[in-house]
């Protein structure tokens, strides 16, 4: 079955610290893979994707993510943390022949001062 | 460019009655598909419009439905209201580009 995980629930790390945030995924065939956040009370914010092409994407904020094939993974990663960069974030999956994401269950990045 | 805007933001109703959340998409979108954020829970995807008709359907009952308008407004319609349907319903606009996808800020739907 087509499905995406995320293995955290959360994730501390402090301020000036890399962070990573996990994300793998089940797929028959070659995924299109993104990241969401979301501040309390809000919608969802882009922060980028993995159509083809390079495996290492950067996207908004600082943020990056790779994409390994073999581990079906996209994790999600940033050099050094910041506090603002607390919130909720969501890997998404959109599979061969759809035109809707599929999300996991997310994972609150906290980071401490 | 206003981006995805939904109304109302919050609303509070009790069960068995029926509710109707709107949304505008992005500008020069013509794609909007609903989800529905429980608690806790990553967005599950409802419905998406395109073209004035659905397009595609995820695992939700028949008490949700929605349309979609000629200016590419959208409404989602829920019947029956259940204590289970308290969520955060988020609308998402594209256009061709499906990889292209934006989100508004969502109503706070509250069943008591």
């Known amino acids: 079955a087509q499905s995406v995980a995320q293995p955290e629930d959360q994730v501390n790390v402090a301020e000036g610290n890399p962070l990573t945030v996990k994300c793998t995924y089940s797929?028959?065939?070659?995924?299109?893979l993104f990241w969401y956040v979301q501040y309390p009370n809000r919608g969802l914010q882009f922060l980028l994707k993995?159509?083809?092409?390079?495996?290492l994407v950067k996207g908004s904020y600082g943020f990056e993510a790779e994409f390994n094939k073999s581990q079906t993974s996209f994790h999600l990663k940033k050099p050094s943390a910041l506090v603002s960069d607390s919130a909720l974030y969501f890997c998404a999956v959109r599979f061969p022949g759809y035109s809707t994401l599929t999300f996991g269950k997310g994972t609150m990045l906290l980071v401490s001062p | 460019d206003a981006g995805v805007t939904q109304s109302p933001t919050h609303l509070i109703k009790t069960r068995g009655q029926q509710v109707t959340l709107r949304c505008s998409p992005k500008?020069?979108?013509?794609?909007v598909s609903w989800y529905q954020q429980a608690l806790g829970q990553g967005p599950q995807f409802i419905f998406q419009y395109y073209e004035e008709e659905e397009r595609q359907r995820g695992n939700f009952p028949d008490r949700f439905s929605g349309h979609q308008f000629p200016n590419y407004s959208s409404e989602l319609n829920v019947n029956a209201l259940l204590l289970g349907d308290s969520a955060l319903y988020l609308c998402?606009?594209?256009?061709?580009?499906?990889?292209?996808?934006?989100f508004g800020p969502g109503t706070r739907l509250t069943v008591l």
């Open positions: 993995y159509i083809t092409g390079d495996n």
């Open positions: 797929v028959s065939g070659n995924p299109y």
């Open positions: 998402a606009s594209s256009g061709p580009d499906y990889n292209e996808q934006f």
């Open positions: 500008s020069g979108h013509d794609t």
